[in-house]
């Protein structure tokens, strides 16, 4: 009898299952750990991963299956991600950079083997094969009736039927994107027009412009100031808005002179009006009557116009610019800024834009990403404008572009000094006006009439929340990684004869910032760390304490009341007190619907709140 015929008669060994049983386990108990703790899901998604390759180790290896199942389902997978993989929807195939999909399937895929070998085992040659090859489509291929809504920091997707619409195209199916003319008593408050320095505006510009409300239209010249010299100066109001723009007048989150009643069990918030509003991750300029934000709408990219006292629209501008990317989604990322009676926006593509702050009539425009000479960064352009005197100043990822507030002219370009999505800041520091921008390689800050650099400090890192001034004149930075913050920094300066010294007082990880903004209050810093609240020690930048769950929210700090009124990631309020001898909740509310990043805003008693979807007014009860 020759060797192969004894080899065809020998019985096949029965499968060694154990270790892919316990690779199964080890992948099913990494799930339950992300989901139950949040702060490890990197680590337990990891994990899985690192367990599914194992299985598929052992079954080529160590299984004892026929040599022909061993490589026919390893050869079946590697075809049945490739294929899969073009039938994603975007925001499954671009999540977490593209890589969310491989940490999704492989744990899959190994679950998958295990399930087919142990189904299996007892089949006849070809059922198995067909139930193991079953297996590995449908692990594969399941990923194709999916989408997300994004990431945050309470869950890793956000996950919904491929087939379901989202919530902007649920708006857009309920609301017209452009808004009827305003009324002729309004129109009478628009500016004259200015005719345009350029023989024609670009298609793209026209074809935005033509998709405008009458009242809302005027001449556009691209990147180039619409007409400069004959734009009319902006006329100032009698007294500056009460919340000029991203995170109030000083870009802290502080406000003052406002005493709220912690009661919410007797007086909870009431809801003055809700409304649907389209994706972005803006937050509000408020005036006087109007609250000016930014958002996407299909195509159109929108700075908006609404009533405070009932959120009623105004006016819309559309530009016809939309940024998509899969952890956060559409639209704009900054937060116009309220100056005089003009309104100034910075889209999450480039553009920027002086409107007239009654009817939304455009003074001028210009393309920032032209102008600096950069791309839109990954999660797209994220600052807010910043108004200096008669400057605008905006953040092109890592280099801060002045713009004449009259005429768009082009004062000054900064220093290119790596990437940002962190905001223009003002500061006065040993007397001396500056502003100061986070960047991928630490913090710069530059003379505000000319751009020239004052000093610079090194930290290799990422930049997105704003720096933060103690009463001594001292800067707080914070920089941050892929996985999240990784600390927060103190430095101390002094104005030579020459020129700044920059000493680093200390650096801690027990308060270390991704997203979220922190407050400085009475010696102490407060915010969250991770996803959790935490306070620090401004003197050593130790912890004193940490506690409270709220995923990646905003929060406020009444400074005349040491307390803290938060934005959770899901939308709740709470007012927790800004005390560091514990973490003291006093309440906690629902709020609005959603993952909500966007800063709320609060004037006299009126906080606003938005997010992706929603926006909303509540009127809090005075303090007796």
């Known amino acids: ?60 290896l160590f299984s004892r299956a026929p040599w022909p199942d061993r490589f026919g389902a390893v050869v079946l997978m590697v075809a049945a991600v490739a294929a899969a993989r073009r039938l994603l929807d975007p925001s499954i195939a671009g999540a977490g950079m593209g890589w969310l999909y491989y940490f999704l399937v492989i744990p899959g895929l190994g679950l998958a083997l295990v399930a087919g070998a142990v189904l299996g085992r007892r089949l006849a040659a070809a059922p198995r094969r067909v139930a193991m090859a079953a297996l590995i489509l449908v ?3 399941a990923f194709a009736l999916i989408r997300t809504g994004g990431t945050s920091g309470s869950s890793p997707v956000d996950v919904h039927w491929r087939w379901t619409p989202t919530p902007e195209q649920l708006l857009l199916a309920r609301e017209p994107v452009a808004l009827p003319p305003l009324p002729p008593a309004a129109e009478t408050l628009l500016p004259p027009p200015a005719a345009s320095r350029e023989a024609a505006p670009p298609a793209s510009v026209a074809a935005a412009t033509a998709r405008q409300p009458e009242a809302l239209r005027t001449a556009r010249a691209g990147s180039e100031p619409a007409a400069a010299a004959a734009a009319p100066e902006p006329a100032p109001d009698a007294a500056p808005a009460p919340w000029p723009g991203f995170r109030g007048p000083h870009r802290d989150s502080v406000v003052r002179g406002s005493r709220l009643s912690t009661d919410w069990a007797a007086s909870p918030p009431v809801a003055l009006w809700r409304r649907a509003i389209g ?13 000016y934000t930014q958002e996407q709408r299909g195509d159109d990219e929108i700075v908006a116009c609404y009533r405070v006292s009932t ?3 105004v006016w819309r501008h559309l530009d016809a610019a939309r940024f998509w990317e899969s952890n956060g989604g559409a639209g704009p990322r900054g937060t116009p800024a309220l100056s005089g009676s003009r309104v100034y926006s910075f889209g999450a593509t480039g553009l920027v834009n002086a409107l007239d702050a009654r009817s939304g009539s455009v003074a001028w425009s210009r393309d920032a990403a032209k102008d600096a000479g950069r791309k ?6 994220s600052s807010s404008p910043l108004v200096v005197g008669d400057l605008v100043i905006v953040a092109a990822s890592g280099t801060l572009v002045a713009y004449d507030a009259a005429t768009g002219e082009r004062r000054w370009l900064g220093p290119a000094r790596g990437g940002s999505y962190s905001s223009a800041h003002l500061a006065t520091i040993d007397g001396v006006p500056q ?7 630490g913090v710069t800050s530059v003379a505000p009439s000319d751009g020239a650099v004052l000093w610079e400090h090194k930290w290799e890192g990422g930049a997105i929340v704003q720096p933060a001034l103690t009463p001594e004149g001292h800067v707080l930075i914070a920089a941050n990684d892929m996985s999240g913050g990784i600390g927060l920094r103190r430095l101390a300066l002094a104005r030579g004869e020459d020129a700044w010294s920059v000493a680093e007082r200390w650096t801690t990880r027990g308060l270390k910032p991704y997203f979220s903004d922190y407050v400085v209050h009475d010696g102490h810093a407060y915010g969250f760390d991770g996803n959790i609240l935490s306070c620090i020690d401004l003197a050593d930048g130790k912890r004193r304490w940490k506690g409270g769950r709220y995923g990646s929210g905003q929060m406020l700090l009444l400074a005349d009341q040491a307390l803290l009124v938060v934005l959770s990631e899901d939308g709740e309020l709470a007012l927790v007190k800004a005390s560091p001898d514990q973490f003291t909740e006093l309440a906690r ?19 606003l709140v938005r997010n992706g979807q929603e926006m909303a007014a509540f009127q809090l009860a005075r303090a007796e």
């Open 589 to 607: 509310v629902p709020g609005i619907e959603g993952k909500t990043w966007n800063h709320p805003a609060l004037v006299g008693e009126v906080l």
């Open 311 to 313: 959120g009623e629209p």
């Open 279 to 291: 994706p972005g991750w803006s937050s509000f300029a408020v005036g006087a009557e109007l609250l």
């Open 1 to 60: 009898m020759t060797d192969a015929k004894v080899a065809e008669l020998s019985p096949q060994p029965p499968l060694r299952l154990w270790p892919g049983v316990v690779g199964a386990a080890l992948i099913l108990l990494a799930a339950l750990v992300g989901a139950a703790a949040v702060e490890v899901l990197p680590f337990a998604m990891m994990a899985a991963v690192v367990a599914g390759l194992l299985i598929v180790a052992w079954w080529v």
């Open 139 to 141: 692990a594969c291929g």
């Open 376 to 381: 839109a960064p990954y999660w797209g352009f």
């Open 435 to 441: 502003v100061l921008l986070l960047r991928g390689e």
